[in-house]
């Protein structure tokens, strides 16, 4: 008898951006994995050609409206290779404390009004705030911090203006960054406590063997702009490397590109992979609450990427104080540099993962190659591998229980749909 089972779910719901998934399995076999991306392709490598460099951080900034900074960012870091731009102290702390402010915002956003709901076998955040209505109501300060620390360094929650290559377009004044810290203690509280009440979710105990790629910084900090590019099992380059190590490939049923390792395969990037990789940087505080409810690296499957999410909201809130303590105002709000023609790239941590951008320069400053490949589209391919290897499990459920735990692996990935379709292949075959 020919048993056969199709899982639809389209569109998927609580994601950022539109996407589906299909599954076809017959009699215990899988036909079809597919995580389909149904947006237009928006072309944003092909914008910025022709433009000048210093336009390119703005223009970028687009592609994301939840993660703008890290775009900002890693075109910032490429250019400032070309112009061999040094970047101060000051400065970098800077924007790791506006860098903080966005993971805060973010992350918050996805635990407690997409993700949270999963676990509690509830359909949203309305239901989530019936039952728990103190946790959604502290969540929702966390955030409205998050976005208070982007509006005062970045000029404004949503696309900042301040930022610029080479650093800030104005001097950010220290006592403009005491009216952070006065609310920095409060917050770290809420944090925690969040913490320990997601520490005590419901979350499957399985073992998956994956490998995890993300930043390391080279000061022993946790990670955020720029570092070597490592993982779990032995890769140890440089962000010029990352072309050389990582290669994209194009399915059919899908407007986004895909990564792996060549030679290797799929990977995981994140915060479970900046979790797993950079432990030891997290701030002791947040490792006391983890290892108190026995939690600690590594996390062994994308459901806890909850866990590496909230671990990463508190330690993102006592930074974010110890950056201001130690911040002293810049003689300059940001560095110039010698335009020439070159070739630079950049990494940054996105909320969602490492975030990678390379340009090509001509000797008056104009863009004539670009190159970004996002954190979703680094994971696309690892999440049809993450529903493949649970397929045993989820084919033995009721269609509805399967439907559910196909969307809460996708969800575990917290994918930016709108963020990978800007890049996709067109071969054009002529008879």
Sequence with gaps: MNKRMEINIKPLTRVEGEG???????NGNVKKIQVEIIEAPRFFEAFVKGRKYLEVPDFVARICGICPVPYMYSSSRAMEKILEINIPKEIQNLRKTLLFGEWISSHTLHVFLLHAPDFMKLNDVIELARIKPEIVRKALKLKAFGN????KIGGRSVHPVSC????????IRREELEDIKRECKDKQEIAKELLEWILQLEIPKIKCDYEYLSLQDPEGEYPTVG???VSNKGINISEEEFEDKIEEFQVPYSTSLRCRIKGRGTYVTGPIARFNNNY???RGEVRDVLEAYGFKAPLVNTYQS????????????LEIERLIDEYREPEKPYVEGKVKAGWGCGASEAPRGILYHSYGINSEGYVEKARIIAPTTQNLAHIEQDILMQISEIISKPIDEAQLMVEMIVRNYDPCISCSVHAIKVKIIKN
């Design 227 to 229: 570092g070597r590019i």
């Design 20 to 26: 589906e998934v299909e599954i076809v399995v017959e």
């Design 164 to 171: 610029r290559i080479g650093g800030f377009y104005r001097i």
């Design 280 to 282: 030891k940087a997290l």
């Design 148 to 151: 208070y620390v982007m509006e």
């Design 306 to 317: 909850i866990i590496a999410r909230m671990a990463e909201i508190y330690h993102s809130t």
